[in-house]
């Protein structure tokens, strides 16, 4: 199973930006799509962004569109988010995972898709 680490997380104030990154281990790394879910205290793991890993068909939340950007390095087998003019309400623990179906006809953004987790960094955004 492959190993995902997130890193990026912080705070800022509202309006700022962060950019995660998570990087996959494992020298036979393959994934249909990498995705990135967020869970508030209190509140279930909800999606945020997918992007398909050859195709770079990419997914976004309605709450993050147009604010959020999700790019990959497939060299570098990492995935980005980068997240501008964030809000309080983005405040969570961020989770990169890998959906490693060798197809999909579809952009996955269920968390049952993904099969591989990192474990989590957390962004705090306050007012």
């Known amino acids: 199973q492959v190993q995902l680490v997130e890193s990026g997380g912080g705070s800022v104030h509202t309006g700022g930006s962060l950019r995660l990154s998570c990087t996959a281990s494992?020298?036979?790394?393959?994934?249909?799509?990498m995705g990135w879910f967020r869970q508030a205290p209190g509140k279930e793991r909800e999606f945020v962004s997918t992007?398909?890993?050859?195709?770079?068909?990419?997914d976004y939340a309605e709450s993050v569109k147009g604010r959020f950007t999700v790019s990959k390095d497939n060299a570098k087998k990492t995935v980005f988010l980068q997240m501008d003019t964030l809000k309080p309400e983005d405040t969570a623990v961020y989770y990169c995972?890998?959906?490693?179906?060798?197809?999909?006809?579809?952009?996955?953004?269920?968390?049952?898709?993904?099969?591989?987790w990192g474990q989590g960094t957390q962004v705090t955004v306050s007012s």
């Open positions: 992007i398909t890993w050859v195709a770079g068909r990419t």
């Open positions: 494992g020298h036979t790394f393959s994934a249909y799509a």
């Open positions: 995972a890998a959906d490693q179906s060798i197809f999909r006809n579809y952009v996955p953004t269920r968390p049952t898709d993904f099969r591989s």
